[in-house]
């Protein structure tokens, strides 16, 4: 069993930063890839940024140059460091523990590998 909890959300204007942290408990294995999801009034869940064996590094087109996704082992926590965030990012923002070890799947954006969700926390940009 793998508990997820995040916190960090919140509301800003357009262009501000927000640092989603996440932490990681129960029985994991620090090689498997775990990633952020967001979900968006009326959009399908989709995956933001992963982080494969602490090593290999994914983002979505749109959080490209923007958003940065961490891990400290030693802490046990996977954090999402968002900069000049649009109102388009606005979503509840999800940790995900992916049943894919080493690195991640070549399709990681799709929540059919994620094994373990957190509870959300939700990230509003207005204009």
């Known amino acids: 069993q793998v508990q997820l909890v995040e916190s960090g959300g919140g509301s800003v204007q357009a262009g501000g930063s927000l640092r989603l942290s996440c932490a990681v408990s129960?029985?994991?294995?620090?090689?498997?890839?775990m990633g952020w999801f967001r979900q968006g009034p009326g959009k399908e869940r989709e995956g933001v940024a992963a982080i494969g064996g602490s090593t290999y590094y994914y983002y979505a087109d749109s959080v490209k140059g923007r958003f940065t996704i961490s891990q400290d082992n030693a802490k046990n926590t996977l954090s999402l460091q968002m900069n000049s965030l649009e109102p388009e990012d606005t979503a509840m923002y999800y940790c995900a523990y992916l049943v894919y070890t080493g690195s991640c799947p070549r399709d990681w954006w799709s929540p059919r590998w994620v094994s373990y969700w957190g509870q959300g926390t939700q990230v509003t940009v207005s204009s």
């Open positions: 129960g029985y994991t294995n620090r090689r498997n890839c």
